[in-house]
């Protein structure tokens, strides 16, 4: 089974420039999230979504926009890349309800110069 | 509020040893409290969880004591090994009737070393 997959693996971008960072899972989960990880800081919730269609903001969403069109897909965008923006981001999935068990890809790791 | 603080930032313990990691919260609609293990170069993979109606938990070395009244919850690792050497995010997440259900907050995490 591929899980959560998180494309691309790694990647440089310059100051304003715009990027997508992919995320796809087929366990057909309804939650999916987006992470960013720096160091010594954790794991900042910037987007999560419930379903298809819905979308909502988590603790750091500025800088970032996201769509759900599918059950399976779930892209990060960001619009004008900023050195602030520099960090390792995870996608994660997990089925409806608490208690549940959330599945993370294996990150991007982005930086902004 | 969603924060959840975790303490602290980093440990060293020898092997056999206990490790002990703590967490604390403020929002009483957090219904779900689960543990997360993360290698070097990996994404986090679920470690051991626990629901605020029990006050501990056990899968194997890996503990979880849970305090309602304090809001607070801890990991313990009894007997650690080398192999249990690495990041240790706590979190919580929202439950059912409350805004932003299913929202996981994690904690800032704490790098467990385990030297032989």
């Known amino acids: 089974n591929a899980g959560v997959t998180q494309t691309p693996k790694f990647r440089i971008l310059k100051i304003g420039q715009s990027m997508t960072l992919q995320c796809t899972q087929d366990?057909?989960?309804?939650?999916m999230y987006w992470y960013r990880q720096d160091p010594g800081m954790g794991l900042k919730l910037i987007y999560y979504s419930v379903g298809a269609g819905i979308t909502d903001k988590g603790e750091v969403p500025n800088g970032y926009n996201v769509s759900r069109s599918t059950t399976e897909d779930f892209p990060l965008r960001l619009e004008l890349a900023a050195p602030s923006q520099t960090s390792v981001y995870f996608c994660?999935?997990?089925?409806?309800?608490?208690?549940?068990?959330?599945?993370f890809g294996q990150g991007t790791r982005l930086t902004v110069v | 509020q969603q924060q959840v603080k975790q303490s602290p930032q980093s440990l060293i313990v020898q092997k056999g040893g206990i490790s002990i990691i703590n967490c604390a919260y403020e929002n009483t609609a957090f219904d779900y409290f689960p543990w997360y293990q993360q290698f070097p170069g990996k994404g986090p993979a679920l470690l051991i969880a626990i629901r605020p109606d029990v006050s501990e938990k056990k899968e194997g070395r890996f503990t979880i004591s849970f305090n309602k009244s304090a809001k607070q919850f801890s990991l313990h690792i009894m007997d650690s090994q080398p192999g249990d050497s690495a990041t240790y995010f706590c979190a919580a997440e929202v439950g059912p009737f409350s805004g932003g259900y299913n929202k996981l907050i994690f904690g800032a995490g704490t790098r467990l070393a385990v030297h032989p």
């Open positions: 366990m057909n989960h309804n939650y």
């Open positions: 994660a999935s997990k089925t409806q309800g608490t208690n549940t068990e959330a599945f």
